[in-house]
Each structure stands twice: as structure tokens, then as C-alpha cells.
């Protein structure tokens, strides 16, 4: 990373890096994610089933985009795609958990991998590809979370927006009104696939909590390195907005509603390991933004500060009803 750049304000350098070097991954995110959403029975508010056509692009390494669309109302049809651009510049961050003779997690060393036949793979190869899986991730459920909880069929039909993008219609001229509706649905969209990644975690944990292949020293361990991947992902976005953007609430924030939602999980799913992992979760939190110089995300002020900025987000929630335009998901 080079923090000298003279016009921005800190810029990630994918340099040295091919895009070749991650692209067998990509197709097996998209995999992974279709094969959850044919698990999934997703459907509208009126019972109609709700068809998602997601697309991980490695055509376009130029874009650095992810967007959710509406294609039809009815029957209910949407496009999730993330461009390969964006992947490139995801892989590239991931890469900080590779950097030799720097120790991010200065335990790495203490996990194990739990295969034989192991040579071709170093630890910090397997936990830098884990921290890229878990950014990908966070990204397609944020655009999956925008569909589910009526995001887009709100903006479609109340506002005349047929797409959600995560990077390019900043421009866009939108009412002061309306401008708060749309940073409320960012950090909805946040909050839930804050909870719907730690489960997709657990599951890459596997049964015995703390992985399969690749055994961490303990699930505090595990939680930790979760922390520092998701800190990395909001890095990323602090270096391509320049926190300029006015839809999105700032990284720092939008981290602040992961921790809420990791929180939340442990709540309702794992409660007696609730306060260890959450407590070593907002430590890490506080470590990691030091480390990847997360702008307002490590100084108690600036904390306190970023949670009352949010406070707004269930008020638009509430006064615009967009439960009335959930969508009703189920396992099938
Ligand atoms: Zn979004």
C-alpha cells in the first residue's frame, strides 16, 4: 500500500498483481452463491417467487463496480453482478494478510492446515484467498440484502430508479428526502448482510467453530482475522470513494454496522459466546482501522460520533414502512 500519493488522499496499489492470479476464484464464488440461492425460496410481499440472476464478471477487469438491478416487476426479476475490476482491487487488499516479514495477525503461523499434501500453499496464502472470499462475499450479500428487504422495488416504483449502484450515480440529483431514504437503505443493506456474512463464515468455520481445513488458534482467533478482513473491505472503499460519496455512509460507519450485526448474530444464534467474541470483535475494530488507517474508526470520539450519525436510519425505516416491501425468504 502507498500512502504518499500527492493528490488523493491514500490510494492501493494493485501493482505486481495479475488478474489471472485470483480469476479461477471468481467462478467459484458465483458457484457458491447460486447454489445458496437455489437453496433459498425467495419470494414478494403478494407470494410471487422472486428470481435472482447473480453474475461474478471476469470479463471486465476494467470496472470497478457492483450494482443490484430490477428487470421486471412482474414476474419479479433481478440482476446482482460484480465486476471483475472490483474483484482485482478486492484480491489486491486481501493481499495484506500475505505481505512477507509483516506480521498483520502476528499469530498466523500459530494455525494449521488440517491437509496433507499441502506444499503448494503457504498459511499466509490461505488466509489471504479467505480475507478475499469473505470481501466478495460482503459485497453480493450487501446487493442481495438491497433486494430482499425492498430496496429496489421501493426505488423502482416510489422513486423512478430502476438500479442500485455501490460506486457511480453519486452524481445523480436527488432531494434532500430522498437522499436520506437512500443512505438509510445503504446502511440496511449493511446491517443485514453484517448478519447474513457471519453465518456465511460459521459455515466457512465449519463444525468444530474455528475451520476445517485451516484451523485457527481458537473461534476469538478466527473472529479477530473476520475483523481485519472486513476492516480491509472498508479500507478499499475509504481509497475508492474518497469518502466523497453522499449515498454511502462513511467506511468508518459502515464498519461500525458490521460489529452491530456480528453483535446481533451472536444474540440470537451462539448467545454464550456472545460477550468474548463481541468484546475481542470492537478490540480488533479498534486495532485493525489503526493498522489499515481506516479514517474516524479507531478513536473512542470519533466512534461515539459514528453511531449517532446512524441513529436517523431506523426513523426512515419506519416512517417509509419498507417492511411492507420485504420480501419473505425461507430454506427450502
Ligand atoms: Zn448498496
Not at 502476528?106 to 494455525?111: L, S, T, V
Not at 443493506?189 to 459455515?203: K, T
Amino acid at each position: 500500500m502507498n500512502t504518499s500519493n500527492n493528490k488523493k488522499l491514500f490510494i492501493i496499489q494493485p501493482k505486481g498483481y495479475k488478474y489471472q492470479d485470483f480469476e479461477p476464484l471468481l467462478s467459484h464464488i458465483e458457484d457458491y452463491f447460486n447454489m445458496i440461492l437455489s437453496f433459498l425460496k425467495i419470494s414478494t410481499p403478494s407470494g410471487n417467487p422472486t428470481v435472482i440472476e447473480l453474475t461474478v464478471d471476469i470479463f471486465n477487469p476494467e470496472k470497478i463496480s457492483a450494482y443490484a438491478k430490477r428487470i421486471t416487476k412482474d414476474p419479479p426479476v433481478y440482476q446482482v453482478r460484480m465486476n471483475a475490476g472490483l474483484s482485482f482491487y478486492l484480491w489486491t487488499v486481501s493481499r495484506t494478510f500475505w505481505i512477507p516479514d509483516y506480521e498483520i495477525l502476528p499469530w498466523i503461523e500459530e494455525c494449521k492446515i488440517n491437509v496433507k499434501n499441502h506444499q503448494e500453499y503457504s498459511k499466509k496464502d490461505i488466509i489471504s484467498d479467505c480475507a478475499f472470499l469473505i470481501g466478495s462475499y460482503y459485497i453480493l450479500l450487501h446487493e442481495i440484502a438491497h433486494i430482499v428487504l425492498g430496496h429496489l422495488d421501493y426505488l423502482n416504483d416510489e422513486m423512478n430508479l430502476d438500479y442500485l449502484s455501490e460506486f457511480q450515480d453519486e452524481q445523480k440529483q436527488y432531494s434532500a428526502e430522498e437522499l436520506r431514504i437512500r443512505k438509510a437503505f445503504e446502511a440496511e443493506a449493511d446491517r443485514q448482510a453484517g448478519q447474513w456474512l457471519v453465518g456465511f463464515f460459521e459455515n466457512l468455520l465449519g463444525k468444530n467453530g474455528i475451520g476445517e481445513y485451516f484451523l485457527f488458534p481458537s473461534r476469538v482467533h478466527a473472529y479477530e482475522f473476520y475483523v481485519y478482513a472486513i476492516v480491509a473491505v472498508f479500507r478499499l472503499l475509504q481509497d475508492l470513494t474518497q469518502r466523497e460519496g453522499v449515498i454511502h455512509p462513511k467506511p468508518n460507519e459502515r464498519l461500525y454496522v458490521l460489529i452491530a450485526s456480528l453483535s446481533k448474530y451472536f444474540k440470537q444464534n451462539i448467545p454464550d459466546e456472545h460477550d468474548e467474541i463481541y468484546f475481542h470483535a470492537v478490540k480488533s475494530c479498534l486495532e485493525a482501522g489503526k493498522k489499515f488507517f481506516l479514517i474516524d474508526s479507531f478513536e473512542p470520539l470519533d466512534i461515539i460520533l459514528n453511531a449517532n450519525n446512524l441513529a436517523f436510519v431506523d426513523d426512515v425505516v419506519r416512517e417509509i414502512n419498507i417492511s411492507s416491501y420485504q420480501h419473505n425468504l425461507t430454506s427450502i
